[in-house]
């Protein structure tokens, strides 16, 4: 299939690079000169701008930061609904409010576009292997239509609901995820505080009841985990602002439906406060650094 994918971040990139080894034709556009030159060296065809990788394209994917990016692209007068064929397939795998997901999608389909909202869990390392978590909003037959692109990108696809469903789905995990690294890297600064080696204590508790995603693949401690982002500086990996931004959406989706997330509040001010100091643009695992003993 022809496919446009705008986004070539540390989750975009590696995306549009498997559809692409899957023998599809991908043309490629982000804003970052760095993103063109790097997936451009790894053999994707880069467009020059986000309108020209929509010739003759059948279906378009997006992954952009937050809403307001969405958004723009998408809507009003310049925006590339204005642009696509209809019949075209959008997919947007950003992770954003649910009301943009619905907004995109009910302009979508005034011009006979069908548009899913299909944010992804997995980190970098799931985007690089194809091994990606995908929640799905939208019907039931636009997913179909996605499906085989989606297999290719990543190994469990999850239909969450309608238009904007996906984007819930992801906002209460990611939420999750937030304070689990926060309890993982509170649990091992102690235990490092009192002397222990950090490798034998993330063993124990991986095999013990205070097993977790982040003690499984994601580890906060440096040089326990050669493949973590806190093992290479807390560089590439999910962005602590992005983790910010998240839980934000998570407290904005609470407060909608007077949902208590105590937890939550209280993770995304960790957050804050973390970025605040100066490491937004660390991984969000580099939390541990904030609650180290000096």
Request: aromatic share 4%; net charge neutral.
């Amino acid at each position: 299939m022809k496919i446009a994918f705008i986004g070539l971040g540390n989750m975009g990139g590696p995306m549009a690079l498997n559809l692409k080894k899957a023998g599809h034709d991908v043309s490629g556009f982000d804003l970052s000169e760095a993103a063109r030159a790097k997936f451009a060296a790894d053999g994707l065809t880069i467009a020059a701008s986000a309108d020209a990788t929509l010739e003759g394209a059948e279906v378009v994917i997006s992954m952009l930061p937050a809403s307001q990016h969405v958004e723009s692209l998408y809507l009003g007068e310049t925006g590339l609904l204005a642009k696509i064929a209809p019949g075209t397939l959008v997919i947007d795998s950003s992770t954003i409010a649910a009301a943009s997901s619905r907004k995109v999608a009910q302009a979508g389909a005034a011009r006979g576009i069908a548009v899913i909202d299909a944010p992804v869990s997995g980190g970098t390392g799931g985007a690089i292997a194809g091994t990606l978590t995908f929640m799905v909003g939208g019907t039931q037959a636009d997913l179909e239509r996605a499906r085989p692109l989606l297999e290719k990108m990543g190994a469990n696809i999850f239909h969450a609901g309608d238009a904007g469903a996906g984007q819930t789905a992801k906002i209460c995990n990611n939420m999750l995820l937030g304070i689990l690294m926060i309890g993982t890297s509170e649990a091992l600064a102690l235990g490092v505080a009192n002397g222990l080696d950090p490798k034998v204590l993330s063993e124990i508790m991986r095999r013990s009841s205070g097993g977790n995603w982040a003690l499984e693949k994601y580890n906060p401690m440096p040089g326990v985990m050669e493949t973590a982002p806190a093992s290479k500086g807390y560089a590439g990996g999910f962005g602590t602002d992005l983790m910010l931004k998240d839980l934000g959406l998570a407290q904005e989706t609470a407060a909608a439906v007077k949902a208590a997330t105590p937890l939550g509040g209280l993770a995304r001010n960790l957050y804050a406060a973390h970025s605040l100091a100066g490491h937004g643009a660390l991984d969000f695992s580099s939390v541990l650094k904030s609650l180290q003993k000096p």
